[in-house]
């Protein structure tokens, strides 16, 4: 799938990646990526990137790139299971950036890593891992 195919199937309904302004950025065999904006939408009281931003981007990414590794999308579907995120650095603004890869992808569960770095200064902000279940599309 390009980037252009995946941007197209996400964009065919409004998610809260919209409202986050989360985008993708590139897509390899390896990875997906996407970048978020640090600002108002994102930001906690104290003006810092809110953890919970930080883990709807991972999630997302982990969300996408596991659907562009099922054998056939229209009989199957990936669901979360479980996520955890460990927040590393503070970032006030700029954008960060997530980078979702395969762990272990399976008939039935996939495991990714995304990383999650301060676009401008390159610092490791976050890394999460997210379990997802693989399920069959009732039709």
Known sequence: MTLDQLKQWVSTRPTLADALGIELTAI???YLE???PVDGRTHQPMGLLHGGASVAL???????AAHTRLPDPTTQACVGLEINANHIK??????????ATALHVGRRTQVWEIRITHEQTGALVCI????MAVIDVEK
Do not use: C
């Open 90 to 99: 503070g970032v006030r603004d700029g954008h960060v950036i997530g980078r």
């Open 28 to 30: 390899t065999a390896d």
């Open 34 to 36: 996407g970048r978020m």
């Open 128 to 131: 999460s891992r997210i379990t």
């Open 58 to 64: 991972a999630e997302t990414l982990g969300s996408i």
